[in-house]
């Protein structure tokens, strides 16, 4: 009910009821279940299509390095580009190990790993601040120096599981920790890293190897580089 209405007024909308004057407005019950209807139905349908969205969404994202590396084996099949692996022969392999960090972690990189493991006489980093090639994509320099590689060396930290290449060069490794079984995965813990953190596939990883641990004591890094070298040889 409408108190003090102006008995001027006009309809401007629907269309059909366009000058209609407001006073003569009457609409029938059925006009009304129609108007209902149609804004149940819009309601309904923006709301599945976001749920949709929302779910879609949460699976790319949970999946985006499985995604990503698939896109890049399709790439490289079109440009006739196909890397296989090295049989065992180790005269075949360039670099004893390469080495999966992240940036925050560089400097442990350079003033321990690198001291430390390539003064053994016959062993050699792939290092990638160090040793990607310029002017060649970023992931032909992972993927080539992956496979010319003998084993894998994992830096894990909390912040290498936040950097999107990292968990690319991870993808990449599972394939060659899985077509060659253990032994060719080197994890090393520099910190401890919640396995809430890790993706499912880094948690099997991380279950079916054995790591070694960075120690908290000084006292306790001669062992502790024992244990790389050997893992390395």
Not at 49 to 76: A, K, M, P
Not at 126 to 155: M, P, V, W
Request: proline share 3%; hydrophobic share 40%.
């Amino acid at each position: 009910m409408f108190v003090d209405v102006t008995y001027g007024y006009r309809c401007y909308s629907p269309p059909y009821r366009v000058h209609t004057k407001l006073k003569d407005y009457n609409p029938t019950n059925g006009e009304c279940d129609k108007k209902d209807k149609v804004f149940i139905i819009v309601v309904t349908s923006v709301s599945v299509i976001g749920i949709v969205l929302v779910i879609v969404s949460s699976i790319v994202y949970r999946c985006r390095w499985h995604i990503r590396y698939w896109i890049y084996l399709s790439t490289t099949k079109r440009r006739g580009l196909e890397y296989h692996s090295l049989s065992e022969d180790s005269s075949q392999y360039v670099y004893d190990a390469f080495v999966i960090y992240c940036d925050s972690d560089r400097n442990w990189v350079r003033t321990q790993l690198i001291d430390k493991v390539e003064k053994e006489p016959g062993l050699k980093l792939y290092i990638h601040h160090r040793d990607f090639k310029a002017g060649q994509l970023i992931i032909d320099n992972i993927a080539e120096n992956i496979a010319t590689s003998r084993k894998i060396l994992l830096l894990m930290s909390r912040d290498m599981l936040n950097s999107d290449w990292c968990l690319f060069e991870m993808r990449i490794a599972q394939e060659k920790f899985l077509n060659k079984e253990t032994d060719t995965m080197i994890v090393v813990m520099l910190e401890t890293v919640s396995k809430e953190l890790m993706s499912p596939s880094l948690r099997f990883l991380i279950n079916s190897t054995t790591y070694i641990e960075w120690p908290r004591k000084q006292y306790e890094e001669e062992r502790f580089w024992t244990e790389v070298l050997r893992a390395l040889k």
